[in-house]
């Protein structure tokens, strides 16, 4: 299974951003929850939110109304608009997929945000 992440760049604080990720390699039921981690520069890796496979969205409070996730117009993407964007959302971005019994991560994307 490979995630590939997209989107990720510069901001200034109060602007947007738009990621996606599209998984392959798997059967699209097999897929049971996808989402987004982040991990700021001497921060341990942190939930952003995800979503399951029946729609079902888990969001970190510190990011809620301000990111928002969904499903892609294909199978197997989720994207993650991100608006309002502040200092602290900067960091490297993780999508990551769960099936049955398996984790999978892709490779990260900067998100900086500029004050």
């Known amino acids: 299974v490979q995630l590939q992440a997209s989107g990720g760049g510069l901001v200034q604080s109060g602007g947007s951003l738009r990621l996606s990720c599209a998984a392959s390699g798997v059967l699209f039921l097999s897929i049971r929850e996808m989402g987004w981690y982040r991990q700021a520069p001497g921060k341990q890796r942190e939930l952003v939110t995800t979503i399951t496979s029946s729609g079902t969205t888990n969001t970190a409070d510190s990011v809620k109304g301000r990111l928002t996730i969904s499903r892609g117009d294909t199978k197997n993407t989720v994207i993650l608009q991100m608006d309002s964007l502040k200092p602290e959302d900067t960091g490297v971005y993780y999508c990551?997929?769960?099936?049955?019994?398996?984790?999978?991560w892709g490779q990260g994307t900067q998100v900086t945000v500029s004050s």
């Open positions: 990551w997929a769960q099936t049955s019994p398996n984790t999978y």
